[in-house]
Every structure is written in structure tokens, then in C-alpha cells.
């Protein structure tokens, strides 16, 4: 049975992976992180959409039968005008229901430039429940910091309260972390936020989503299979393979340097 393909703009997309494999052990992975391009964030819709399709056509070139846009920018950006001969999923969809199932009604999203400009969780949210208050703010220096592995530096807490702030002011009670390399500061952020707000990421609600998808499909590997996860980025550095390692709890992991063209 082939794998799953999951991509990201970075190697934050792993925490996705990381849910994958606890929630789907029989399942095998490709995962690419287009590395050399990141942050895909700031980066016009245009741009992200042709870095999608071209992340795709080299997963579907791994022989994958689903696919996973494991990218918050690329499943508000990209996900509506891509089309493929298996399954996709997306983590918008998925994070805005968990969140609007956790909030007493006051949502805040925090994301890249380009998911807040596109409004995809604040409109996945009030589809679920018109009623909500969401309130959306860019982070746009999270993502370097994140790769820069700075998690919990004292930097990135002034930064977060910075950020943050206004959210925490206004009165919101939920969170969602709308990019996939926030979670890797989810201590950092709660403590910024307090405990009175609760976080939300999209990775454990895909990964149950894709889990029901496959069964529903009949792509669903037998138990028992066989597994075989391979690890790509577009550009590699010994920092991306320590970072690997720590999201996926796995000191056996290796990277593959791939170009995608």
C-alpha cells in the first residue's frame, strides 16, 4: 500500500506528521518541506498556489495516494484551486471545528500575513457558527524564530506579548495557532495568554480527519503493514535534521535533499 505525501512550507508541517504516525502507525509517509522557499507567508497567492502545485506533483511523482497540505498559507491560498487524482486534505477546515467546539464565542487566529489576509479561518469559523467573534493578527516573525529553534527564548516572549497583546485585551478565549510551526512555542504562547484562553492546532483534527478519510475511501493500510517514512526538504542543514528529530520524538530520522522544480 502506498503513503501518504504531507508537505509544508518548512519543516513545521512535522507536527502534522507527528499525529499522523500516533494516530495511523500502519501508515507510511512522504513528507516534503519545501525549505529552500519559506516562508511562504508573506509571499503573494499567485506564488504560493504554482510552489503547491509543483509540492504535489512531486508526492504524486512518490506514487502517494492522499495527500496532505500540511501549510496553513497553501490550504487558504492554494487548496481551492488545486485539483489531484487522490485525496486532499487541508488543516484550516479541521482547525476552525475544533475551535469553534472549544470557544465560548470569542475566537483569536494568529497566522502568516497571507492566511490572515485571506480570512480562510475566520470564514471556516462563522460557517460553523455565524454567531462567533473572530479576531485575526499576523506573526509573521514566528516562523524564522521557530527555525532559528529559538522556542522558548526570552526574545520570542517579548515578541509573542507584542503580538499578542491586543488579542488578550480584547477579550478572546480560544486560540487557534494557524501555521504549523506555532505549536513548537505552545508553552511559550499559553504562558503569554494565560490559562484562562485554550490553544487550538489543526494537527491532531487532520490527522483524525485523513484517519476517517482513508477508512471511508479503502485506502486504509492493513495493520500490520509495513512502514517506510521518507523525509525531504528543499534545502538541508544540519539544523532542520536536529529540529526533525525533536518534533517527531525519533533520533533515527534523516533528511533528503531534493530539488523541486
Known sequence: MSAIGVFDSGIGGLTVVAELRRRLPDESIVYLGDTARLPYGSKSPETVTSYTRKNVAFLLGR???????????????????????????????????????????????????STVRSDAYAAALRRIDARLRVDSRPCPLFVPLVE???????????????????????????LVLGCTHYPLLRPLLQRVVGPGVTLVDSAASTADEV????????????????????????DASAGFATFARRILADESVRLEWVEVV
Open 211 to 234: 484517519a476517517r478519510g482513508l477508512a471511508a475511501a479503502g485506502l486504509a493500510a492493513a495493520p500490520g503493514a509495513a512502514v517506510e517514512h521518507r523525509l525531504y526538504v528543499t
Open 148 to 174: 532559528e529553534g529559538w522556542h522558548d527564548d526570552p526574545v520570542t516572549e517579548q515578541v509573542a506579548a507584542r503580538y499578542l497583546g491586543p488579542l488578550v485585551a480584547g477579550g478572546i478565549d480560544t
Open 63 to 113: 506514487g502517494v495516494k492522499a495527500v496532505v497540505v500540511a501549510c496553513n498559507t497553501a490550504s487558504a491560498l492554494a487548496l481551492p484551486h488545486l485539483t489531484a487524482p487522490v485525496p486532499v486534505w487541508g488543516v484550516i477546515e479541521p482547525g476552525a471545528r475544533r475551535a469553534a467546539a472549544a470557544t465560548a464565542g470569542h475566537v483569536g487566529v494568529i497566522a502568516t500575513e
